[in-house]
């Protein structure tokens, strides 16, 4: 079976740290045999997501845009083409430091789960 989906179909929902997000597969919402889910993230000129931590591991992989990623009490300037690992429990969050969207995606391993999400 081939499964594809469009990201314009997908719905689009503000996440807890107040990421614009869309989920594109998580196996809650399709017959699939996942054990991550993606979701396509966008946070908006000049905004910061909110400190949170996740009790999994994610992966965010930058499409486009400039940003500083925060993780526990280190920090790296990123950009289009960088991947980032954030280890599970780690306190994290990100700053679009540009005039334009910070665009990237994100992986969560295992699926991302509200109650797994700690808003701090």
């Known amino acids: 079976m081939v499964f594809i989906t469009d ?3 997908c719905q689009t929902f503000i996440s807890g740290d107040k990421a ?3 989920e594109i597969l998580h196996p ?3 017959h ?6 993606l979701a396509h993230a966008t946070v908006k000129a000049g905004a910061t997501t909110l400190p949170h ?3 999994t591991s994610e992966v965010y992989y930058i499409l486009a845009g400039k940003g500083i990623m925060h993780v526990n009490d280190e920090y790296a300037a990123t950009e ?10 780690s306190k994290q969050y990100i700053q679009n430091t540009e005039d334009t969207d910070l665009i990237f ?3 969560a391993d295992p699926a ?3 109650e797994d999400e700690e808003i701090l």
Request: charged residues 20%; positive net charge; proline residues 6%.
């Open 7 to 9: 990201l314009q179909s």
């Open 20 to 22: 614009v997000l869309r």
């Open 28 to 30: 809650d919402k399709a």
């Open 32 to 37: 699939l045999k996942l054990r991550y889910s």
């Open 53 to 55: 931590r996740l009790k």
């Open 80 to 89: 289009a083409g960088h991947t980032i690992y954030i280890p599970p429990g």
């Open 105 to 107: 995606l994100c992986i």
């Open 112 to 114: 991302w789960q509200a």
